[in-house]
């Protein structure tokens, strides 16, 4: 046996970033869910953070992605550590409480409470989160069809997570999917060529998905052409009579990341469904399911953005380098506090967009908001994470590389939100779109961020460039900057609006005006506002 030269003891590494409290150490996440009306949740999110952030969680998460699901036939088996983080998110109803028994939205704030737990959520494990997030959606699509909504919601709604391959009406808690996508097309689904033919009061639907994520779902909301063209149909896995029905699953994709996970490769054939909503009226049906997975798009990219720089800052609090703690080096210093200022801006805009979720049945102003706002931030905050991920990893050196650390799993994570739920382009239409239908009500919204962000740095110019790219009419080939100016007047007007001056200043002047460079670090920062960015994301210990 060789000689042990005793190489295990070392000092400087980091300890492992777990056991902490999500929601107490996040000062940024407690202003944002007080401005947004969830204030009174506050003991309940502490004892959610605490349960998430420890070491447990952690831990749970690791498994869950080393052990990704397989394809058995009919059925995707899962490690237990995927059922676990399951049956977590369905028992504090992050698939269901945003939704009244009836089917009609939970009064405020329902929206930023459930927003503010799916954030932390995001800091552990990302892709059970796929099937939590769709489930919710589901309930708004299935308004199109209200007997049903009726039957499903109540078994959607019990909090218990049902994993058993039964028909759904036998179980005690159902998840729901969406089958949109096919081979030739993702964006355009009108080109979908699966067929549903009408047998009686019900549909026999053949073709294929090309990616239908988390298969295991009790039942999918699917698009198929029927006699008038794109329709929505309600898919369960099982027929009326109790039969599996034909849904053949291909395989399972292997995926950059997303790893715990399962997303198939499907066929149908004569696959039983019956419609949600009017022959040919598919896509209006199935858009506000679309909208609220875009939300949740952007508050678990927002959420892999704090987990991040948590850990970045964590690490450079413990790691010497030249005999002093990194976290007191200039240069790291101002790499830390840049990405900090992105944090808190993506946050905002995320917490605030949930706030007009919250009030979108009952003030106007506040669904056009809605409507205009959710593709620019999903735009926004889903291409940001992936830049601040790398940023972060970087932080951490060459540890940061390698799988001990969670960063290389969150970096894979890190671009599928913004590539699904209608990728970068496509918002860039989509907010092209809102300011064309609805231009007064768009015209307003502006009006209304640019008298908030007031004389923040930049702000000015920034609602210029969006009136002039979108109402005047620049077109597509000039979106993306506008779109991108659209969000981060949000975050700064948010941030204003919630009483942080200090860092709307910051985050608008480093942002707005355009004095910063397109890494991480080559903003114009101050000492005292780097030391107080720093302060708000970790207390130091
Ligand atoms: C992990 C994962 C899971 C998924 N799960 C599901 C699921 O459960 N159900 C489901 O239905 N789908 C699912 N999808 C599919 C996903 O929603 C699509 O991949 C996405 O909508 C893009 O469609 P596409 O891949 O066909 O790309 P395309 O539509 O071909 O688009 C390619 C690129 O072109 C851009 N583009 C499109 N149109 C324009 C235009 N007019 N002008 C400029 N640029 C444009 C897009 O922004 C995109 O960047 C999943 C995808 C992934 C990666």
Known sequence: MAARIGTDEVSNLSPPYQDVDLFGSDTPLR??????????????????????????????????????????????????????????????????????????????????????????????????????????????????????????????????????????????????????????????????????????????????????????????????????????????????????????????????????NASSEVEFDNAYAVLVGGDGQGIRTILPMVQLTRLDCAISSAGMMRAGLAQALHHCRHRSVFQKRLSVQPMMRTVLADMAAEVEGALAAVMRLCRSFDLASSVPSEAARARLLTPAIKYWVCKAAPALVYEAMECLGGNGYVEDFTLARLYREAPVNAIWEGSGNVMGLDVLRAFTRDAEAARATLADLARQAGDLPGAVDAANLIAKTFADGVGEGGARVAVERLAQLVAAAALNAQGRGDVAETFARTRLSGRRGSTYGTGDLAAAEIRSLLARVLPDS
Not at 85 to 95: D, K, N, T
Not at 139 to 164: C, F, S
Not at 181 to 186: A, D, L, R, V, Y
């Open 31 to 260: 202003e944002a869910v007080g401005a947004n009306g969830a204030g009174d949740d506050a003991a309940s999110l502490g004892e959610f953070g605490r349960h998430w952030g420890s070491a447990a969680m952690f831990e749970w998460a690791k498994l869950a992605n080393e052990n990704p699901p397989r394809l058995e036939g009919e059925v995707v088996e899962f490690h237990p550590s995927y059922h676990y983080f399951m049956a977590e998110s369905v028992r504090e109803g992050l698939h269901a409480s945003t939704w009244q028994p009836d089917g009609t939205p939970a009064a405020a704030p329902a929206e930023v409470a459930r927003a503010a737990r799916f954030y932390m959520v995001a800091q552990v494990e990302n892709g059970h989160m796929c099937p939590i997030t769709m489930t919710r959606a589901s309930v708004a699509a299935l308004a199109a069809a209200p007997a049903l909504r009726g039957a499903v919601l109540p078994k959607i709604a019990t909090r218990q997570y049902d994993p058993g391959f039964r028909p759904w009406t036998q179980k005690s808690g159902m998840t729901l999917g969406m089958g949109m996508t096919e081979k030739q097309g993702g964006t355009d689904v009108r080109a979908n060529t699966t067929r549903a033919e009408r047998d009686g009061d019900v549909y026999r639907i053949t073709g294929h998905k090309w990616f239908m994520s988390a298969p295991m779902c009790d039942a999918f909301l699917v698009l198929a052409q029927a006699d008038a063209g794109l329709s929505c149909f309600f898919m369960p896995r099982f027929r009326p009579d109790g039969e599996i029905s034909a849904l053949h699953f291909q395989r399972l994709k292997d995926k950059l990341g997303n790893r715990s």
